[in-house]
């Protein structure tokens, strides 16, 4: 089956902690994206790639960092350094600039 | 700055009843989509709208889209229980692989 998968589904840490959110798909597509979605919220754009080995920073782009060593792959690092981490991210992928599919999301929360 | 809002916020309506919901945006974009979310879920796409004029149908839903206006409605013909949900739409900045998306209509459809 092609899709979006992110893991783990709930992540539970103490502050000061960086921690990584895992996304892979299989869909073939070049461009990937994080999004943060707070309570109630709108999704906000974090960090976005168009094609392996190049990423952009989205509109809260602060506190996290990405990579894209692989087609299929777009981690997620949340660092210390981000002040309200707690939030359901989202990672979806698409190709060109169409459609976008989502995975399930990871519930963060930080203590 | 480009900017979505959708209105209303938020939908309280009874089964059988018909409703629109509006999505405004502020600057130049050929492309809209529109997404459903269930609580505690991710987004799964519901309409691609690609031109001016496009109207796209799927069951109880058709969705318009006025590139002119900068307007897309998204209607909802004799809801059922089963159509409660947050509905965004999307509107990707001209040139980019960006989405910015509506604050969300949270939409409930009593029995």
């Known amino acids: 089956d092609g899709g979006i998968t992110q893991s783990p589904k709930y992540l539970f840490r103490k502050e000061g902690q960086n921690v990584t959110l895992s996304c892979e798909q299989n869909?073939?597509?070049?461009?990937m994206y994080w999004y943060r979605q707070d309570p109630g919220q709108g999704l906000r754009l974090i960090y976005y790639s168009q094609i392996v080995n190049d990423f952009q920073k989205g509109d809260i782009a602060e506190g996290y960092s990405v990579s894209r060593e692989k087609k299929e792959s777009f981690p997620l690092t949340v660092t210390s350094a981000q002040k309200n981490p707690t939030a359901f991210y989202l990672c979806?992928?698409?190709?060109?600039?169409?459609?976008?599919?989502f995975g399930p999301g990871t519930r963060l929360t930080v203590t | 700055e480009l900017k979505v809002e959708q209105n209303p916020l938020f939908l309280s309506m009874q089964e059988g009843k018909n409703y629109t919901i509006y999505c405004n945006y502020s600057?130049?974009?050929?492309?809209l989509y529109w997404y459903r979310q269930d609580p505690g879920k991710s987004l799964e796409s519901l309409f691609v709208l690609l031109s001016n004029g496009a109207v796209k149908q799927e069951g109880r839903l058709m969705a318009s889209l006025d590139t002119k206006a900068r307007l897309s409605t998204l209607h909802i013909t004799a809801a059922v229980h089963d159509l409660s949900a947050t509905y965004f739409c999307a509107v990707d900045r001209a040139g980019t692989y960006k989405y910015i998306f509506g604050t969300g209509t949270r939409l409930k459809v009593l029995a």
């Open positions: 979806a992928s698409g190709q060109s600039s169409y459609e976008q599919y």
């Open positions: 869909l073939n597509h070049d461009a």
């Open positions: 600057t130049t974009s050929d492309r």
